[in-house]
């Protein structure tokens, strides 16, 4: 007996050190992934779940460093493992990049299936109300009538190139080819050397390139540099490069080397005075700039406030002294929620650039922005694949030009390509004309008087109000070609209710006159709308913690009873808190703090009745300030406080 005993007690302790060593692993795949260390944390992950360990925080987690890093494929695999656990802890973010990532396994059907789903969530959300507004988004790009022919070239390696720039004649480009030369030239993010500045010199004008050199010594550093930009006399380069303090990278609170822009001048033939621009930052990144023709505008991404998503498209004045102008977002006609980058002025003033917020092909696609017209466009095939495809570039008098692209048939993660296009067409004239609308009830058909119907453009500014007549019926000038529109009908005992319109691309008559555009809403109570927010609903004073403080303070709990009250009236009703404080304090400190108390408000709530699957809580510190409230800026108390509030935004009804 004592034998078995010891055999017994022997199992259960190398049971209790397996199971200790499999935690150990969890912690280590997490320090990796929240050090962005996203190929180290994918390893050790993987490894896990072969071993049976599954969680929606190791398949979320799997399924972000994938996408971070580019494998779209692989990132669909974990997010659809994620989903099959149907678990209610998944955040509407998922809901766009399965959808984002099913792309690249060209599962279109399904993936409009998710990006509705997430419109339903969300339907505020720039993302979900482009993709409502061009659900035929697929035929568009395939009805492309601007044609393009690749051709591989000579400068790619087996690992990424991307980047291209052209000076003097001759193609600059980032490179992570490994040298050699540096020791531990490693980047934990992706496992791959560091970027460096290569260039190659033109043979000829088919676009045959002698072996890449590095181009400059003294540009190139322990750390990655990429993105150039060149004046037209060649004597100044703007480049993108980590932040970093005598070759070494310099971190933020949450341990990231952020980029930023710098400038350097030629001098006797050697690149030197690298100065970095004065609107950079540890805090944010400023990355990828592009000259306008004059040299008096740069184009840059960044995610410096006040940006939409992960990065935004930005643009400076460039004065004669040198000095910079204060930036500018492009705003929300461009950006998005997601990632806008790599944007690039062509002669003409038309802008490109990269995003995976437009609906699109797949990872990254290329848009254009009309400078005549303001009209965004995907530039189509074969530019664009359901891979990532950017930092595009092009000579509109030559009809040439390259990018970068991680599709297959490539030589490396990323590789460069030459295209030549035909000449665009002149794009038609716009002109506006009239339609003519109706406010209808969805269920009986009948026409709704005396309406309010507000006209917003696909920059969400609101154009203007229309009141509908005693007949229900109203009239709005519209522009065409290619316009996007937003319709909101407002009347007493219905549900807002929002239509979109896209006017044509065609030749169309300069009169609707005759087409009647019809508003179909709902009975009901404006409280039950998604998205909307409960405290403007009900009314509810501001939910006030103590200073560092995640503790609900007594004068809290009669505002919260309303939630509950309401939540209890709705059944069907799920609530997400979203707890933001103002820009005094760390970024990090001030996001760990409204995270705890979104939390807390959503604990006191849980206690009261309702049950946790419906309601959620996220803490978003001063990322979505309400004012010009940005860190050092000079705000009165008043001020401060407008940014310390709580939202209980309603994403399903």
Known sequence: ????????????????????????????????????????????????????????????????????????????????????????????????????????????????????????????????????????????????????????????????????????????????????????????????????????????????????????????????????????????????????????????????????????????????????????????????????????????????????????????????????????????????????????????????????????????DVYTVSAKTGVISNVGEPINSKEDDFSIILDEEKLKGFFASNRTGGMGDDDIYAFTFEKIDEEPEAFVSQINGSIIDKLTGELIPLGKVSVYDYANNNLFEINADDQGKFSSPIEFPSKKYRFVAEVDGYNDETVYLITPLGAVDETLEDLNFIIAMEKGDKSSVIGADLVEILKLKTIFFNTNSSYLNPDAFPELDKVVAYMKEFPNARVEVGSHSDSRDSDRYNLWLSDRRAKSTVSYIVSMGISENRITGTGYGETLLVNKCVNDAPCSEAEHALNRRSEFIVFQN
């Open 1 to 364: 007996m004592k034998k078995y005993i010891y055999s017994y007690l022997f199992c259960f302790f190398g049971i209790l050190t397996f199971g200790y060593a499999q935690q150990s692993k969890l912690k280590k795949a997490e320090e990796n992934f929240n050090n962005h260390s996203y190929a180290l944390a994918i390893t050790t992950y993987e490894a896990l779940v072969a071993k049976g360990y599954e969680s929606d925080v190791i398949y979320k987690n799997l399924g972000d460093a994938n996408f971070n890093n580019g494998d779209y494929s692989k990132a669909a695999e974990w997010y659809g493992k994620l989903f099959a656990l149907k678990t209610d802890a998944i955040g509407s973010e998922y809901y766009f990049r399965y959808a984002q990532s099913l792309k690249s396994t060209e599962d279109y059907k399904k993936s409009d299936v998710y990006m509705k789903k997430f419109q339903k969530i969300k339907g505020t959300d720039s993302r979900a109300q482009k993709f409502e507004a061009n659900t035929e988004y697929l035929e568009l790009i395939k009805a492309k009538t601007k044609r393009f022919t690749l051709k591989k070239v000579s400068v790619n390696s087996k690992n990424s190139e991307f980047a291209p720039s052209l000076y003097q004649g001759n193609l600059v480009f980032a490179s992570a080819r490994d040298t050699g030369l540096l020791v531990n030239n490693i980047h934990k993010w992706t496992n791959k050397a560091y970027l460096n500045l290569y260039q190659a010199d033109s043979t000829s004008e088919d676009g045959v390139f002698r072996a890449p050199e590095v181009f400059s010594k003294q540009l190139n550093s322990k750390t990655h540099e990429s993105s150039t930009a060149f004046t037209k006399d060649g004597t100044t380069v703007y480049f993108t490069r980590n932040n970093s303090k005598d070759g070494n990278f310099v971190e933020d609170e949450a341990g990231l080397s952020r980029l930023k822009i710098y400038r350097a001048s030629l001098e006797n033939g050697v690149w030197g005075n690298v100065i970095e621009l004065p609107f950079n930052t540890n805090e944010y990144s400023t990355a990828h700039p592009s000259l306008s023709a004059d040299e008096k505008t740069l184009y840059f991404a960044s995610d410096m406030p006040p940006s939409l998503g992960a990065s935004d498209i930005f643009k400076v004045a460039i004065h004669e002294d040198g000095t910079f102008g204060t930036p500018e977002n492009l705003g929300n006609t461009i950006n998005t929620e997601a990632r806008e980058t790599f944007p690039f002025i062509a002669e003409s003033g038309d802008l490109y650039f990269s995003s995976d917020g437009h609906p699109g092909l797949g990872g990254l």
